[in-house]
């Protein structure tokens, strides 16, 4: 009797050492830690990324970079794009820091079709529920958003089955579809009626030491080419009463365009460089201009030319 008691006891005291070296090689929370991480990895795919336009520190509507889910389906696309753009919302958690949603909260994307390149919107009543200054930016973050997926060219937006054709505060008339020529951050620089014409062009802001682009659409009497009227306004290096900037040097001169059926060639003289031994453009010169360039021509390709060589290539649905 005695013996067995001594062997239970020896057993028990087996069984508590072999908890106790359990517990030692396996610290708290290593099991639920491994099974967390494998999640993440799982479900946040931060490779993918989308332009979008929100509205930044300084009230304009900025283009920037936001992660998005790897889909392939357009419309799927689009609804993470607008939950995005939506206070409140969901998406809204990746708009990134010194900008903000548009869209007000409590809107529904009601639903939506696609065909030929062309996105219908239906939202709920709601959409309009927001300030008489913010009723155009409003309409150019959702436009600007939408057009930027390739296969997008105009939208229809409606409220409730009903198309918008006119803003309730302001009675700005709508085109019956939207597109980007329908303007960004408009500023009015014509004198006279006549011969007035609109070219949008991507100006350069920063937060918090990171850069990020702003396009404004200018309608003024210039009958120039609109790359010319571009390659003029940024060497003038920043815009009057604004933050907004450019590092295009003030000496750079545009000596000739060629427009070619999908490619735009632009000879520059050697101010173009910001370094001359080296010979190379600044990147935020790079996308001021082709940013400005797409939005204003259609072509796939831009060629940078000094002195007959080619010095840079950008294929512009690859700026992202």
Do not use: W
Not at 95 to 121: Q, R
Not at 169 to 190: C, D, H, M, V, W
């Amino acid at each position: 009797m005695l013996k067995r008691k001594v062997y239970q006891k020896i057993l028990v005291t087996t069984i508590a050492l072999f908890a106790l070296f359990l517990i030692y090689i396996i610290p708290s929370g290593k099991v639920s830690e491994t099974l967390s991480v494998k999640e993440t990895l799982e479900y946040v795919d931060v490779s993918n990324t989308s332009e979008i336009y929100l509205i930044d520190h300084n009230d304009y509507v900025a283009r920037t970079v936001v992660p998005v889910a790897s889909e392939e389906n357009i419309e799927k696309q689009v609804r993470e794009l607008i939950s995005i753009l939506t206070i409140g919302s969901g998406g809204e958690s990746k708009v990134p820091s010194g900008f903000k949603a548009m869209i007000p909260e409590g809107t529904k994307l009601l639903s939506l079709l696609y065909e030929d390149h062309v996105i219908k919107l239906n939202f709920s009543k709601e959409l309009l529920d927001v300030k008489k200054e913010d009723e155009e930016k409003l309409i150019e973050s959702i436009v600007y958003t939408v057009t930027t997926l390739k296969e997008i060219e105009h939208v229809i937006i409606y409220i409730e089955e009903e198309p918008l054709t006119k803003l309730p505060q302001t009675n700005i008339t709508l085109p019956a579809t939207l597109n980007r020529s329908f303007g960004i951050n408009k500023q009015y620089e014509f004198t006279s009626l006549n011969d007035i014409d609109d070219v949008t062009i991507y100006y350069v802001n920063k937060y918090n030491d990171e850069y990020y682009y702003v396009p404004v659409t200018k309608y003024m009497n210039n009958n120039q080419d609109k790359v010319k009227i571009i390659i003029e306004e940024l060497s003038a290096g920043s815009m009057s009463d604004t933050n907004l900037m450019s590092f295009l040097n003030s000496n750079t001169k545009l000596l000739a365009v060629e427009e070619l059926e999908d490619t735009l060639n632009l000879e520059f003289n050697s101010y173009i460089f910001n370094d001359l031994e080296e010979q190379k453009i600044l990147e935020e010169v790079v996308y001021s201009i082709c940013l400005s360039i797409e939005d204003n021509y259609d072509v796939k390709e831009v060629n940078f030319i000094v002195n007959n060589e080619e010095i840079y290539k950008s294929v512009l649905k690859t700026i992202e």
